[in-house]
């Protein structure tokens, strides 16, 4: 049975953890292929919300089994903070959730290394959440990382402690103003760290590759959106993985053809936290609009997300870049209410027509060439069925669906699991 994947493609925070909720009754298996705890996964049933940043969203459900992949990195901190809010569920956590070996750790000098370095940039900041994910893969590539494999090791507090050493040496180079205690941070980290030790760690490539094997089904959930991928993002405005499809290989240890759909979510509109290029951005009552009706606020920072319309040449590229072979499109309620409604579809850039991302997309670079729709007043919020939805928002996910070439078959139409409608 082939692995199916689930991506973002925008800049992250398009509902994934809403659609794997909504599809993880259909799999055995959810793994996690990248990212960190700068994810925060929402998802809300029974009228409550439930914010989730490692643990892979199959963890509700019954009878899935969850993996956090090697191209994870794990902050035990926060990992212990999303075992807690999950003790009042009752769910048998260690029979469920499996940790692979070679996901890497973030340290608590990772964090302060991240603050070191975003404070040294000044305007040029990316935006970080400030969880340790880049001086993480940093380490990772630059092959001095720690893994939970490590834990397993008698050494391992020595081979911690060296890196924390190097660590306070190059946040000192930095040369600016991060106040810290250490001695605070690592009594928290060790009593995490004991607490992550009672989970089973697995050589996560073997045990997926088995599964394939005995047939069951397994969903690679993916963690921030396609444009903010390490090669193929807006960099240096990214994050410091593979959010596309092929991190899915490389985050699991799953071979390219055994990859079978490849879900697509994005958002009926566009948004973006933290720095970075947005050429759709909106700056008037629109964007207001839509930070208000759809609750555009960081689920792991708070932060508030800049807003504009659906790019379509940004869509496009995500969904080359990525096989996607079904859309979902997300917050499509949000939309309700607009006059008129734009969609991105081609480029000025630096004064010539485009019709594809180019390298640069800096706002001096691109201003955007848009086509309007007539928007709907309907509210969607309590519709469920295809047949009752506007004829105006129909129009407007066909035109999607003939611009990209890849069929809308999810029309989520509010936060709860029951607000979704297929196609
Ligand atoms: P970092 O990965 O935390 O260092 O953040 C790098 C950039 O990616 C920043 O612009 C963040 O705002 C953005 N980012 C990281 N994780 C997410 C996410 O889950 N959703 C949306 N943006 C994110």
Redesign the pocket.
């Given at each position: 049975m082939a692995v199916n994947l689930l991506l973002?493609l925008q800049?992250?925070?398009e509902g994934k953890g809403k659609i794997v909720d909504v599809l993880t009754s259909n799999y055995d298996i959810i793994a996690r292929f990248q990212?960190?705890p700068?994810?925060?996964?929402t998802l809300i049933f029974d009228g409550q919300k439930h914010v989730l940043h490692t643990i892979p969203s199959g963890i509700f459900h019954k009878n899935a089994m969850n993996v956090v992949g090697n191209g994870v990195v794990i902050d035990p901190v926060i990992f212990q903070k999303e075992l807690e809010n999950l003790s009042k569920f009752n769910i048998n956590i260690s029979s469920k959730l499996f940790i692979s070996r070679k996901a890497h750790l973030i340290l608590p000098t990772h964090r302060l290394l991240?603050a070191a370095s975003?404070a040294s940039k000044g305007k040029a900041k990316?935006?970080?959440?400030?969880?340790?994910?880049?001086p993480t893969y940093m380490d990772k590539t630059g092959r001095n990382g720690m893994r939970i494999g490590d834990l397993e090791l008698d050494d391992w507090k020595e081979k911690y402690s060296a890196l924390t050493e190097k660590h306070i040496k190059m946040i000192d180079f930095y040369d600016v103003d991060i106040e810290y205690n250490l001695a605070e941070l690592e009594a928290e980290f060790f009593n995490a760290i004991d607490i992550l030790k009672q989970l089973p760690f697995i050589d996560s490539e073997e045990f997926l590759n088995n599964a394939i094997k005995e047939n069951k089904s397994i969903l690679a959930e993916g963690?921030?959106?396609s444009m903010?991928d390490i090669d193929f993002?807006t960099y240096p405005?990214?994050?410091?993985?593979n959010t596309t499809a092929a991190g899915a290989c490389t985050g699991l240890g799953i071979a390219p053809n055994k990859i079978g759909e490849v879900f697509g979510i994005f958002k009926a509109y566009t948004?973006?936290?933290?720095?970075?290029p947005f050429p759709t951005e909106l700056f008037d009552e629109n964007g207001a609009t839509m930070s208000k009706v759809g609750h555009e606020f960081?689920?792991?920072?708070g932060?508030p997300?800049r807003c504009g319309w659906l790019d379509l040449v940004a869509l496009k590229y995500a969904v080359q870049v990525n096989g996607v072979t079904q859309l979902m499109m997300m917050k499509g309620d949000v939309l309700s209410g607009f006059d008129t409604i734009k969609v991105c579809t081609s480029y000025n850039y630096k004064g010539t027509e485009i019709s594809h991302l180019p390298y640069n997309i800096e706002e001096h670079n691109v201003t955007p060439i848009y086509t309007e729709f007539k928007g709907w007043k309907e509210d969607l919020t309590s519709m469920t069925n295809i047949k009752t939805l506007p004829k105006e928002l129909n129009e407007y996910i066909k035109f999607i669906e003939d611009f990209v070439e890849v069929p809308v078959k999810i029309v989520s139409v509010g936060p709860d699991r029951k607000q979704t409608i297929m196609r």
């Amino acid at each position: 049975m082939a692995v199916n994947l689930l991506l973002g493609l925008q800049w992250g925070d398009e509902g994934k953890g809403k659609i794997v909720d909504v599809l993880t009754s259909n799999y055995d298996i959810i793994a996690r292929f990248q990212g960190g705890p700068n994810a925060g996964h929402t998802l809300i049933f029974d009228g409550q919300k439930h914010v989730l940043h490692t643990i892979p969203s199959g963890i509700f459900h019954k009878n899935a089994m969850n993996v956090v992949g090697n191209g994870v990195v794990i902050d035990p901190v926060i990992f212990q903070k999303e075992l807690e809010n999950l003790s009042k569920f009752n769910i048998n956590i260690s029979s469920k959730l499996f940790i692979s070996r070679k996901a890497h750790l973030i340290l608590p000098t990772h964090r302060l290394l991240d603050a070191a370095s975003e404070a040294s940039k000044g305007k040029a900041k990316i935006g970080s959440t400030l969880k340790g994910i880049g001086p993480t893969y940093m380490d990772k590539t630059g092959r001095n990382g720690m893994r939970i494999g490590d834990l397993e090791l008698d050494d391992w507090k020595e081979k911690y402690s060296a890196l924390t050493e190097k660590h306070i040496k190059m946040i000192d180079f930095y040369d600016v103003d991060i106040e810290y205690n250490l001695a605070e941070l690592e009594a928290e980290f060790f009593n995490a760290i004991d607490i992550l030790k009672q989970l089973p760690f697995i050589d996560s490539e073997e045990f997926l590759n088995n599964a394939i094997k005995e047939n069951k089904s397994i969903l690679a959930e993916g963690a921030q959106g396609s444009m903010l991928d390490i090669d193929f993002g807006t960099y240096p405005f990214v994050t410091s993985s593979n959010t596309t499809a092929a991190g899915a290989c490389t985050g699991l240890g799953i071979a390219p053809n055994k990859i079978g759909e490849v879900f697509g979510i994005f958002k009926a509109y566009t948004t973006r936290v933290g720095s970075g290029p947005f050429p759709t951005e909106l700056f008037d009552e629109n964007g207001a609009t839509m930070s208000k009706v759809g609750h555009e606020f960081g689920a792991t920072t708070g932060r508030p997300r800049r807003c504009g319309w659906l790019d379509l040449v940004a869509l496009k590229y995500a969904v080359q870049v990525n096989g996607v072979t079904q859309l979902m499109m997300m917050k499509g309620d949000v939309l309700s209410g607009f006059d008129t409604i734009k969609v991105c579809t081609s480029y000025n850039y630096k004064g010539t027509e485009i019709s594809h991302l180019p390298y640069n997309i800096e706002e001096h670079n691109v201003t955007p060439i848009y086509t309007e729709f007539k928007g709907w007043k309907e509210d969607l919020t309590s519709m469920t069925n295809i047949k009752t939805l506007p004829k105006e928002l129909n129009e407007y996910i066909k035109f999607i669906e003939d611009f990209v070439e890849v069929p809308v078959k999810i029309v989520s139409v509010g936060p709860d699991r029951k607000q979704t409608i297929m196609r």
